[in-house]
């Protein structure tokens, strides 16, 4: 709907998953900023690819509207924007699009992943890390609702400096969607 940036792409070999992952650089603080710099740490967002909210416009989810919004922001404020292949939660997108029909039948989103013999969630953000190392990026200031990218990046010895939320991007229909966010998967969302 009208929003462009210019941004940096940047694509990984060796990474620890052997997954195809891409940064995007936007704004002027798209640069390396180490541990000891004294600049501001760039704003980034792992943002998990999720086909069918970023690319077909799905209302069950809030993918789409926070991939814009983290583009958006980031442009503005100067980063990187980590596109993660981790669809569905690290599922994949058949196993995905199966736990949809559970969602239909009546589980959220983590009892649908477990009915379906996965994890509530099985991404790691180790790739990330090693994505932000690879750009000599140690310290960020992390765009997300969800506390455990934040934790797993500080464990994986990236510096999170401050946790900026996103908007909460409601809808009638993905009401229930966030409201599992929050309360099984502790984001903070005011719902």
């Known amino acids: 709907d009208g929003y462009s940036a210019a941004a940096r792409v940047f694509s990984f070999t060796g990474l620890v998953d052997g997954q195809e992952h891409l940064a995007f650089g936007l704004g002027d603080r798209a640069v390396r900023v180490t541990s ?3 600049r501001p740490a760039p704003l980034v967002r792992p943002h998990s ?5 970023d690319v077909f ?4 989810c809030d993918c789409g509207a926070q991939l814009r919004e983290a ?8 980063g990187y924007l980590l596109y993660l292949r981790q669809e569905g939660r690290g599922i994949g997108l058949y196993a995905k699009l199966e736990a949809y029909a559970l969602q239909d039948g009546g589980l959220d989103t983590y009892e ?3 009915a379906l013999g996965h994890r509530e969630d099985e991404r790691s953000y180790l790739v990330a890390a090693q994505m932000l190392r690879t750009l000599g990026v140690t310290r960020v200031a992390l765009l997300s609702n969800n506390p455990d990218k934040a934790r ?13 939320p ?11 969607y966030l409201a599992t966010k929050a309360r099984r998967g502790a984001h903070a969302l005011d719902v």
């Open 112 to 114: 649908a992943n477990v």
């Open 166 to 176: 996103t908007g909460v991007h409601l809808s009638a229909t993905n009401a229930r």
């Open 71 to 78: 583009v958006e922001r980031i442009a503005e404020a100067g």
């Open 49 to 53: 690819e999720c086909l069918t909210g």
């Open 57 to 60: 416009g799905s209302q069950r």
């Open 152 to 164: 797993q990046l500080r464990h994986f010895g990236v510096t999170v400096t401050a946790r900026v």
């Open 36 to 38: 000891a710099d004294s």
